[in-house]
């Protein structure tokens, strides 16, 4: 159904970082499935189709709100996780697809909301809103539209002292350039609002939530480990001088070894005329 790849695709993006990746990222926080629920006054109808879903994050979560959910992603592993999480999480009505989000066509149905989570930095971000605009159902008696959720910075763009002592080993073990994968990229993360604006979804509007998490530093560690940019095949085995740096980068401005960080999330939302 969605089998074609685009040739700037990496398949090794997340090699060897998906179980990192399930124990040690983030969750959304509930108050952000809320504001999507009530600015789409979901109830339970249509259709969900969650974009870049990787493991499975939004469509488990907002299963509950839809009769049926597509969840659509390059990575093999990431699907198989995604679909253990769902059993775990008795998500039946949902769907899994190898396949990336600028190839959806017709052919998959047409749906009353589009999410795409912490991945809309790896996609052709003006195609995608197109053809997601295309397969939005529209009625009198519902609202579809899009929800693009954001974090708005991580270890590359957090000025905090810990934080820039961790870039700091990053860079020396891994290079100054953000690595992901085979290649190395700029910053990533950036506002999507006037991406939005220039599409063919109407009313956008941009929501912030602030979101802290609380790490220890071998959790922390965990989620460098599940990132594009440090994963732990980078270091070609032996990783403990590594983690002893980082370690003691963080323990001399948070001695405790526990600290905060804070996560700003974005969530775009655009409709269907």
Not at 127 to 141: F, G, H, I, M, N
Not at 161 to 180: C, F, H, M
Request: with cysteine.
């Amino acid at each position: 159904m969605i089998t074609k790849l685009l040739p700037t695709y990496d398949p090794t993006l997340f090699q060897g970082a998906i179980s990192y990746y399930l124990q040690y990222r983030p969750r959304y926080p509930n108050t952000l499935y809320d504001l999507i629920s009530q600015e789409f006054q979901l109830d339970g109808q249509g259709k969900l189709l969650d974009l870049g879903c990787g493991i499975g994050l939004v469509a488990i979560a907002l299963h509950h709100q839809f009769q049926s959910v597509l969840g659509i992603d390059p990575d093999p592993e990431m699907l198989e996780v995604a679909k253990q999480e769902a059993k775990i999480h008795h998500a039946q009505n949902i769907t899994w697809v190898k396949g990336l989000a600028e190839n959806i066509t017709s052919e998959i149905g047409t749906f009353r909301l589009v999410t795409i989570g912490r991945a809309f930095h790896w996609m052709d971000k003006e195609l995608v809103l197109q053809r997601s605009y295309a397969l939005l159902d529209r009625t009198r008696e519902i609202k579809s539209g899009i929800a693009i959720i954001q974090t708005e910075k991580d270890i590359w763009s957090n000025n905090s002292a810990w934080a820039q002592n961790v870039l700091a080993v990053i860079k020396r073990w891994l290079g100054e350039e953000r690595r992901v994968g085979e290649t190395s990229v700029p910053l990533l993360y950036k506002s999507d609002l006037e991406i939005l604006e220039r599409s063919p979804f109407v009313g956008v509007k941009r929501h912030d939530i602030d979101f802290q998490k609380h790490w220890t530093i071998d959790d922390f560690i965990g989620y460098l480990y599940s990132t594009a940019y440090c994963r732990r095949d980078y270091f070609n085995g032996d990783t403990s001088q590594f983690e002893a740096e980082i370690k003691a980068a963080i323990l001399v401005v948070e001695p405790s070894g526990h600290f905060v960080e804070d996560i700003p999330i974005s969530v775009y939302l655009g409709f269907k005329e």
